[in-house]
């Protein structure tokens, strides 16, 4: 990609592929074992581009930003955004719906790296986590459960996206809403089919990495994907030509 971060439309008009979840992991996969590139450098490259496109829809003294972040890669994409919002200036804090203990790999290096950098950070409840949600007005990023998960959300992730999707949209009485953001996937909607699931977080922004998924392209994902851009996580030039996408 010319640009760290591409709307779809445009993509499309481009010809750009659209991979199965499995073949998205398989993109990963080649990167890390034939371009020797460090899983944890892709997902620091991911988040740094996601950072940097969320902090256009913010100002310096704007709103603060909530993420609510898994176990998985999503939330390791979650804690790398939450360390380059804060690093930027911007008010960030992190609500965890595991215990850090259960992370591991890339996305437990990820953690560390934001919790050594100061990033407020809390592990919460389902209750709390709720509580939480509706109290906040500014933007909420889901860094939930990715595109490997499938069935529907248990808890807590359920009850933190029913509580994110019933936040206040900007604007409503004069007063600001939260913004939802998801990160490569809304939390709930089916990267294969694009059925949603019961509950789905339903995002005004998708962020989602190198391709679209092939069940984005369902009509029946569109309310819950909003607008949807397509971030580079930094793969090699010759990797792009292989697997078709523009330059």
Request: with cysteine; glycine share 10%; net charge negative.
């Amino acid at each position: 990609m010319s640009k760290r971060s591409i709307p779809v439309a445009e993509a499309t008009e481009r010809n750009w592929p659209v991979f199965s979840v499995a073949q998205s992991r398989e993109v990963d996969r080649i990167a890390i074992e034939q371009f020797s590139i460090p899983g944890i450098e892709l997902m620091r490259n991911a988040g740094r581009a996601c950072a940097d496109r969320v902090q256009r829809e913010l100002s310096e003294n704007g709103p603060s930003t909530l993420i609510l972040a898994g176990a998985g890669n999503n939330g390791g994409d979650g804690y790398v955004i939450a360390k380059c919002l804060s690093e930027a200036g911007f008010d960030v804090a992190v609500i965890s719906l595991v215990d850090p203990d259960r992370l591991s790999g890339d996305a437990k290096q990820s953690y560390e790296d934001a919790l050594s950098d100061g990033v407020p950070m809390e592990t919460a409840d389902a209750e709390t986590a709720v509580a939480k949600i509706r109290s906040h007005r500014g933007m909420i990023i889901d860094a939930l459960l990715g595109t490997g998960a499938k069935g529907a959300p248990r808890s807590p992730f359920a009850e933190a996206i029913r509580a994110a999707n019933e936040t206040r949209e900007p604007g409503t009485d004069g007063v600001e809403g939260a913004t939802r953001v998801a990160i490569d996937i809304p939390s709930g909607l089916d990267g294969d089919t694009g059925e949603p699931s019961d509950p789905t977080f339903r995002a005004d922004l998708t962020l989602t990495f190198v391709t679209p998924k092939t069940g984005m392209t369902n009509p029946q994902a569109d309310p819950y994907l909003g607008d949807l851009e397509l971030i580079d996580i930094g793969i090699p030039e010759a990797l792009k030509q292989q697997l078709g996408i523009p330059g």
